[in-house]
């Protein structure tokens, strides 16, 4: 690949005053005066960065001291500190929805829920913590006990907040499924758990049409032999209760206090699941205590969201950012959740809610910046954005024309932040810090008390070419544990090897000599022509800067005979067509904007771009598919946006194999 510029442009540049004025200051200024140490005026990020990776111990327990989560000796912190198994805070005990009622602020709502079909529907405190006290109690009395599991078949809504909150409030383990998503796919995942609880909605509304949902949730409480109760939540059919189940006015009407059950540390807090594109996918277990610290530290740290802030960020309950953005509770701020399509009824909806909501941080895809810039939206001119203080990114890399085109056609004076995590973890590796410069095309830097490294074949740590995401120390929030496996030997192949106690997390990382970060995409889709790697992101910002394509998806394919394909398949606009001069054009600007041996070797229009629900191109089962591999195996259709679609790459792939 080609490097990243030496000296790119900076886009936005905090004041000495601005840092100052951030909450990660006070917590560096609260641990210099705790452990006689300064970290300059302004604070130096980098300075901060190497104290917390360098003293583990130290940093999280002031992080746990400083938000009043725990107090306890730095020698208590983390006595154990291999991988995986890392011991934290042994004997502390935290329960994440007793600390989301200890940050409540006040007058302020806790949420504000949008939706298709309804305007703004604020929720206090008050009635969100009455409501969880009310469900957990109803929990109670259903015989649910700690460590048994609740699953929610749900939208993005207030009922699925005041649901997972009554399962923690009694230690019970939350896990939740998108009603988008089908009975064959709810099943993969929540069979596994053996839920004693299901809560499910009848239907949804997508793009101004509903879906009506009844059928799969009889279909679910078939499949679900463990369920005792199924508690109904109404959205298309107020009034009607399927027979035997409980309706969810029911379950919240008792409203009270909760009462927290005293769950350790690494009591389980939630199940959340690997996309399973080529499998069943795998159960995430996070903790309670490690998911609340690390939250704290991204929220309130790198996001320096507080009291008066309204966290917005584009998800589904399938995917991490819904539990990212309910999490923002821990640090006072108002949770906006958002029930519908992205981009209904125009491209720029979810600017227009920030206008309507006044958002102070505007979560997004990659996906969704690249659609307004195509559909020539210009958002800041359009829309009063003058609440917007954070505009942020994930899923995907982000181009550096992104970062440009938000500059110029969003706003100049928002810190705009891209992010690398995953769901393995609950929260992010490399992010924002609002101590920093914005520069095109990199993050920002690796986060607090993540000691982030890029390591070559070798195990050796490189900075200024391409290696493997890697993590040398323990992090709170790694999971507890797979479920069903009771060994081990899953999470540990999963993460632990090649290098046995440093976690692979499968990403290609480049770190520049000024410190900023760059991802280059999966390592397990890498290119790899003639012996030299590449990552899919350069090619996919050269193509995705073509109004003529929607999408596309560049594969590697290793050829039998020892050859290498590589073709890059590209879903077009309405009334475009792949002639010689476009794919001429395609052609030249990946050459130049990448390098020669990014250039494919086929160019292949195509109807659409399967993704995982999360919105990840479908890169390694699409490249397995070329490879011979039965499609039954290569790809659970189950996990997919668009299961059609798939259909169309096995044909493809059929007629390239037999030809």
Known sequence: MTAAPSSPEVLWQPTPDSIRGTQMAAFAAFVAGRRGLSFGDPVDYDALWRWSVEHLDQFWGDLARWTGV????????????????AVWFPGGCVNYAEQVFRAAAGGRPALIAVAEDAGPREVSWAALRGQVGAFAATLRRLGVRPGDRVAGYL???PETVVAFLGAASIGAVWSSCAPDFGTRAVLDRFAQIEPTVLVAVDGYRWGGREHDRRDVVAELRAGLPTVRTTVAVPRLFPGEVPEGALAWADAVADE????FEATPFDAPLWIVYSSGTTGLPKGIVHGHGGVVLEQRKSGTLHSD???GDRFYWYTSTAWMMWNVVVSSLLSGATAVLHD?????PTVDAQFALAERVRFTHLGTSPGYLAACQKAGVRPGEDHDLSSVRVLSSTGSPLPAASYEWVYDAVGADLQLTSASGGTD???GFIGSAPLLPVTAGELQRPMLGVAVASWNEEGQPVVGELGELVVTEPMPSMPLHFWNDPDGARYRAAYFEPWPGVWRHGDWLEITERGTCVITGRSDSTLNRGGVRMGTADIYAAVEAFPEVLDCVVLGVELPEGGYWMPLFVQLAAGEEL???????????????????HVP????????VPHTRTGKRLEVPLKRLFQGVDPAKAVNTGTVDDASLVEHYIGLARARLSS
């Open 579 to 597: 002639t010689a001069e476009l794919v001429d054009r395609l052609r030249t600007a990946i050459r130049t904007q990448a390098s020669p041996r």
């Open 256 to 259: 009270q206090d909760p009462v």
């Open 305 to 307: 969201l507080g009291p």
């Open 340 to 344: 519908g399509a992205p981009a209904h």
């Open 601 to 608: 070797d086929e160019v292949i229009a195509v109807p659409g």
């Open 70 to 85: 725990l107090d306890v000796a730095d020698d208590q912190v983390l006595p154990s500190r291999g991988m995986p198994g």
């Open 155 to 157: 939208p993005n809504v």
């Open 425 to 427: 973890v609950a929260t």
